[in-house]
């Protein structure tokens, strides 16, 4: 978005002082051969990501990607969606550290939400199965401190099982939900709605380098997890879809993202100009702008 060297050192300098943690000592080495046996261990993230850097030193990115994804099962959910996030950030940045990271992170915290799609209705659309998943949860507070808490707890819930439905019959579902993301985010923008829209962004990312079969065994995992938290917050309000007079333009919302030191505001300008730039949208615009206002700050 235009920040300069100066600027990225001093987010870097500034995330590095208020928010880091140092790295505990990484004691235990895990082979190629040997990383599933590690799937849910959060301790052993720091070798899988040694594990994970030094395959793709030798073989490449792309296929230890496809090789993680094809071994286990996908879950976008893990993290609240920062894993997947931060895997397509390595990726788009072309940092094998980051890849290592994000697939590390995907594997050692791993957070399937088993549901079978097989015997339930399809979707006649993204809207209509997100809203159907969150009809059936309607009125239910889920009990946890952090998105992930919730998300398991929608995760065991029956009524979720049998509420999701499957993924609507589209050859361009990822377009399908990002237009259903973002607007559920404009209706209500609820902090989980918003790691919806950037983790669908990041699933585009993350896609664009697997073979196409791979990808379409990995969709009804990326439909699930954000039926699923779109279960969570409940049912954004069934309005008319109006905008405000945006006084702004996406040079000078990039300019206030660049400035921000806040890394979710700054990840959502970014998807909302990617994705914008993909599909137009004015939700894009005006969702971005709304971050900015006093209220949002």
């Excluded at 959060?42 to 395959?55: P, T, V």
């Excluded at 015997?119 to 199965?129: F, L, M, T, V, W």
């Excluded at 398991?152 to 099982?161: E, I, L, P, T, Y």
């Excluded at 962004?201 to 073979?211: G, S, T």
Aim: charged residues 20%; negative net charge.
């Amino acid at each position: 978005m235009g920040a300069s060297p100066d600027r990225l050192q001093a987010f870097f300098d500034m995330w590095e002082r208020e928010y880091a943690l140092s790295a505990p000592p990484v004691d235990a080495t895990i082979s190629r051969n040997d990383w599933k046996r590690h799937v849910g261990e959060r301790e052993a993230f720091g070798a899988l990501r040694l594990c994970f850097l030094d395959w793709i030193v030798d073989a490449g990115a792309v296929p230890v990607i496809t090789a993680v994804l094809q071994a286990v099962p996908f879950a976008p959910a893990t993290q609240a969606f920062h894993s997947l996030i931060r895997l397509a950030y390595g990726i788009e940045a072309g940092h094998a550290g980051e890849i290592a990271a994000g697939l590390a992170s995907l594997i050692s915290s791993h957070l399937p939400i088993d549901v079978s799609l097989d015997k339930n209705p399809r979707a006649e659309s993204a809207d209509a199965g997100f809203d159907h998943a969150a009809r059936a949860l309607s009125g239910t507070v889920f009990a946890g401190s952090s998105i992930t808490a919730r998300l398991r707890a929608v995760a065991s819930d029956v009524r979720f099982g049998t509420a999701v439905l499957a993924p609507p019959a589209s050859a361009a579902l990822l377009d399908d939900l990002a237009r259903a993301t973002i607007a559920a985010y404009w209706r209500k923008p609820d902090f989980t709605l918003l790691h919806t829209v950037t983790a669908t962004r990041a699933a585009r990312i993350v896609f664009a380098e697997l073979h196409d079969s791979l990808v379409e065994q990995l969709l009804p995992g990326l439909w699930v997890a954000l039926s699923a938290a779109y279960a969570m917050i409940g049912r954004p309000a069934n309005t008319e879809t109006s905008f405000p007079n945006i006084a702004v333009n996406w040079s000078e919302l990039c300019q206030m993202a660049v400035a921000s030191d806040d890394d979710h505001v700054i990840k959502m300008t970014y998807t909302c100009l990617c994705e914008d730039r993909r599909q137009p949208s004015p939700l894009y615009l005006a969702s971005a702008a709304r971050l900015f206002e006093p209220s949002k700050a």
